[in-house]
């Protein structure tokens, strides 16, 4: 019965950081995934990851209220990792409002799935992509890998430093403004020339209406100009994501 104890110990610790690495993860802790593939996923990998950590793992607690703290501490693990990813989607969000802003199309709103609240048609519209791009470059699976080699660098009960984890949260909500405009830039752009144009014609020649053509004609601009640049932005955030990831691998 040791060795039994010992399993459901390593097995509790485990499910404690993939769960919450996976119910913030990007492209598993989507609304539209369902809890039952998300808790499918923690308990295969938890299964497979249970013979090699249970040499490594503290001894079980004598007591319920023994283990809560290792259990605590897991989660928060899980919680960092699945929330530096998530904070990657945010730079979408920010792409979409300022590229909404910068079109025209700030004022169109929309239930954003991703989101789980009403934004911008283009926020909604990044969110819907870049979950489709994180499938279909592989990164759901990255995702794992990370939980996974954490306990490499974190292993079972070993909280990490204070000063780091503040960093990397730090460096996150950084990037992910950057990104964000970094995704927008070549729109934002696009607006700040047109507009200045804009005020360069009316005071120039008084006599044209130029904001009856305005909104019609920087709907039409930003959105061709969105359409441009938008690959090269989503490669870049593709790329921030992976590297992301690839923070708690050891290899």
Known sequence: MDWLTQYAWVGALLFARLGSVLMLAPGWG????PATIRLAAAVLVTAALAPSLAAVAPPPPTSIGGGFPLVLTEIVIGLVIGGGARLMMSALQVAGA???????????????????QTSAVFAGFFSLMGVVLIMDAGLHRLMIEAAAESYEMFPPGALPPLGDTSVFVTDAVSA????????????LIFSLI??????????????????????????????????????GGFLVWIEEMERQAQLFSTR
Not at 30 to 33: K, L, N, Y
Request: charged share 5%; net charge neutral; hydrophobic share 60%.
């Open 176 to 187: 992910s403004f950057r990104l964000g405009l970094q995704i927008a830039a070549p729109v």
């Open 30 to 33: 989507e609304q539209a995934t």
């Open 194 to 231: 047109f507009n200045l144009s804009l005020g360069l014609v009316a005071r120039l020649i008084p006599q044209v209406q130029v904001f009856m053509i305005a909104l019609p004609l920087s709907v039409l601009l930003g959105l061709a100009i969105a359409a441009l640049g938008l690959g």
């Open 98 to 116: 300022v590229v909404g802003i910068s079109s025209g199309l700030g004022f169109a709103q929309q239930i954003d799935p991703i989101a789980s």
